[in-house]
Every structure is written in structure tokens, then in C-alpha cells.
């Protein structure tokens, strides 16, 4: 069984940083993607930003020159740093992880249990 361990997540003043973590284990083959969305309250679920298996990232255009996402292959971890926060980056965070698994090569999509990211002063 693939699971994805977070962490990281907290409460920061505006303008400060932080950085979240996101560790997959289990029988896993190949990754595909990693990458970060969160979501507030009465709203859907959006993508923050991702890595791909050839290393490509992309993110949202409300991120963009703040949020670094990175890697480590060979922990199968994925990291984000957060810059410059402000109040509407409040959210809970989700490591997202799409896969194929070890044997089976089946293809598999699995989520973080989600970490709360709090920007107040």
C-alpha cells in the first residue's frame, strides 16, 4: 500500500515563510507527478503547484515567484517552499502522488491527509 506522510504545515505571519514536506512509501515503480493543492472552506480543491517525472514543475499563477517546488528521487519526497506568504495563502495543503505500482504497474492517484497552513499576524 502507497502511502504519503506530510509535514511541515503551521502558523507564519504574512510575509514570512515555510516549507512542506510530503514522503511516499510502499511498492512503487515509477512516479509520474508530485505536486501540492490546497483548499479553504466552500471551495474547490486547487493545484498549488507539481513536478513531473522529467523534472518540469508548474504552478498556479497566484504562486508563481514565491512557491519553489523540488525533489528528492531517491527518497521519493517532494518539498514546497513558501515565500512571501499572505493571509490568502490560508489553507490546508494536500501532497498528491500519481504513480504506478511495483509488480502491477498499476496506475494509482493518492493523497496526503492534508496540513493546515495558517498566514495571520
Known amino acids: 500500500q502507497v502511502q504519503l506522510v506530510e509535514s511541515g504545515g503551521g502558523l507564519v505571519q504574512p510575509g514570512g515563510s515555510l516549507r512542506l514536506s510530503c514522503a511516499a512509501s510502499?511498492?512503487?515503480?515509477?512516479?509520474?507527478?508530485m505536486g501540492w493543492y490546497r483548499q479553504t472552506p466552500g471551495k474547490q480543491r486547487e493545484l498549488v503547484a507539481a513536478i513531473i517525472s522529467g523534472g518540469s514543475t508548474d504552478y498556479a499563477d497566484s504562486v508563481k515567484g514565491r512557491f519553489t517546488i523540488s525533489r528528492d528521487n531517491a527518497k521519493k519526497t517532494v518539498f514546497l517552499q513558501m515565500n512571501s506568504l499572505k493571509p490568502e495563502d490560508t489553507a490546508v495543503y494536500y501532497c498528491?502522488?500519481?504513480?504506478?505500482?511495483?509488480?502491477?504497474?498499476?496506475?494509482?492517484?493518492?493523497w496526503g491527509q492534508g496540513t493546515l497552513v495558517t498566514v495571520s499576524s
Open positions: 498528491n502522488l500519481r504513480a504506478r505500482t511495483d509488480g502491477d504497474y498499476k496506475y494509482i492517484e493518492v
Open positions: 510502499g511498492s512503487i515503480f515509477s512516479i509520474n507527478a
